[in-house]
Antibody, heavy 118, light 110 residues
Framework: QVQLVESGGGVVQPGGSLTLSCATS????????FHWVRQAPGKGLEWVAF????????YYADSVKGRITISRDNSKNTLNLQVNSLRAEDTAMYYC???????????WGQGTLVTVSS | QSALTQPASVSGSPGQSITISCTGT?????????VSWYQQHPGKAPKLLIC???QRPSGVSNRFSGSKSGNTASLTIAGLQAEDEADYYC??????????FGGGTKLTVL
């Protein structure tokens, strides 16, 4: 059974940085691309970033480009997301999800909450 | 990367059928079957319902079906049940390595 478990969220001051992690199990991690998707409180889903299976290519939403870095450690079966220069509008639940053929996202983790507040 | 357009809310009575639309452009929804649909109950993670526009993953009820016409994809839920009350999102690839979600539709079962 494939499982994705996010961690690393918390309360951060504006301008600060945070690194989120997504630990995976039940799959051959290095064979799959992965996404990060976020959801602001009471709002819809927003695609944030994608990384290919070998980590050689990374893609970002225009809204976060330059402030967010997606990475992976295939030796630890872990996906990461570093968010810099945090703003109030980055407050959201951040989900990791496994890519299927660049067509759909399944499964998803349970999410980790990032709150940007002074 | 403009969000796909979904109705904010739909409602139906138990046993009825409802359809949720998802409108995009020829670059996303109108392309090859790139649309997927997700169900999200309050406080839970999204769950895949439909992939490649019309395909139901193993374990998803056959009451859920997907279709597409031009630049609009649709999710139909037949035989509404109380447990179907949730938020529903469509998603499409845009180009090779960008994805966009719809704004979400809140389904209320009356």
């Amino acid at each position: 059974q494939v499982q994705l478990v996010e961690s690393g969220g918390g309360v951060v001051q504006p301008g600060g940085s945070l690194t989120l992690s997504c630990a995976t199990s039940g799959l051959t991690f290095s064979s799959h691309g992965f996404h990060w998707v976020r959801q602001a409180p009471g709002k819809g889903l927003e695609w944030v970033a994608f990384i290919t299976s070998d980590g050689s290519n990374k893609y970002y939403a225009d809204s976060v480009k330059g402030r967010i870095t997606i990475s992976r450690d295939n030796s630890k079966n872990t996906l990461n997301l570093q968010v810099n220069s945090l703003r109030a509008e980055d407050t959201a639940m951040y989900y990791c999800a496994k890519d299927r053929g660049k067509l759909w996202l399944d499964p998803w983790g349970q999410g980790t909450l990032v709150t940007v507040s002074s | 990367q403009s969000a796909l357009t979904q109705p904010a809310s739909v409602s139906g009575s138990p046993g009825q059928s409802i359809t949720i639309s998802c409108t995009g452009t020829s670059s996303d929804v109108g392309s090859y079957n790139l649309v997927s649909w997700y169900q999200q109950h309050p406080g839970k993670a999204p769950k895949l319902l439909i992939c490649e526009g019309t395909q139901r993953p193993s374990g998803v009820s056959n009451r859920f079906s997907g279709s597409k016409s031009g630049n609009t994809a649709s999710l139909t839920i037949a035989g509404l049940q109380a447990e179907d009350e949730a938020d529903y999102y469509c998603c499409s690839s845009v180009g090779r390595y960008t994805w966009v979600f719809g704004g979400g539709t809140k389904l209320t079962v009356l």
